[in-house]
């Protein structure tokens, strides 16, 4: 796979999540939606394979987007500000989809269950030996996490486009964070961001009893 310099650097995306989380413990949804453009355009360079991944992310990011540079912008400044401001105002359709089919807080629980899934790749891409399979990586940490709210046809999709994945060292590569030892030394440093940001939204979600949104 060909690696531009300026092409994709795992450490800005990393460094966006890590700049998610105010001093209040709230996650602004600015940098939330940058690490997830960041973690799109990579995605887009592992091909065609994975374009029905990219393009749910992309309609998502976009949503929130729309949301966050619309007329109620100054609601949608962190996920703690949307959840209070889409609920009181009856925005959220605890029962059905097609109520409120695009809602904030749905859509961000789709991408919070994806932020899950990143995490156990990542580590396990950290943790992993230089001929650890990444497929199996991915499929491993796809089935403890977004497996569980896919129907059968995109869970096969998905695991056929595992097996498209790059080595493990060529991922380390793509990473563009120098040597494969930088690269882990850099995973261990910034998962811990990654692990803040989702723990902070799960329980928010929680509290509101939002995360089986339909
Ligand atoms: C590296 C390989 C990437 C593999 C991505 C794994 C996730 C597979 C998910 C398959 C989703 C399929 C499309 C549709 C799903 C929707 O039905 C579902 C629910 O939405 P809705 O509206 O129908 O209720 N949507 C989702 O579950 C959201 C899925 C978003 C997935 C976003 C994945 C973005 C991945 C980016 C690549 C990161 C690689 C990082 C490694 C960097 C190392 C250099």
Not at 76 to 100: N, W
Not at 121 to 127: A, K, M, V, W
Not at 196 to 203: A, L, S
Request: hydrophobic share 45%.
């Amino acid at each position: 796979m060909a690696v531009e310099a300026d092409a994709f650097s795992l450490r800005e995306v990393l460094a966006a999540f890590q700049t998610c989380v105010t001093e209040q413990r709230e996650v602004l949804l600015g940098p939330y939606l940058r690490g997830w453009r960041g973690l799109i355009r990579f995605l887009h360079s592992l091909g065609a394979i994975f374009s029905f991944v990219s393009k749910d992310a992309v309609a998502k990011v976009q949503i929130m987007e729309n949301y966050c540079g619309g007329e109620q912008r100054e609601k949608y400044v962190s996920l703690q500000s949307m959840v209070e401001y889409e609920l009181a105002s009856g925005l959220v359709d605890l029962q059905k989809r097609s109520g409120r089919p695009d809602s904030g807080c749905r859509t961000v629980l789709r991408l919070h269950r994806a932020l899950r899934w990143l995490q156990l790749f990542l580590e396990g891409l950290r943790t992993g030996t230089e001929d650890s399979r990444t497929s199996v990586i991915c499929t491993d940490s796809y089935n403890a996490s977004l497996a569980a709210y896919h129907p059968w046809v995109i869970r096969k999709a998905a695991t056929v486009a595992f097996c498209a994945l790059p080595s493990r060292n060529a991922f380390l590569e793509i990473m563009n964070v120098g040597t494969a030892e930088e690269a882990v030394a850099m995973l261990g440093e910034a998962l811990p961001y990654i692990c803040d940001v989702y723990g902070i939204t799960q329980e928010l979600f929680a509290q509101h009893k939002l995360l089986d949104l339909p």
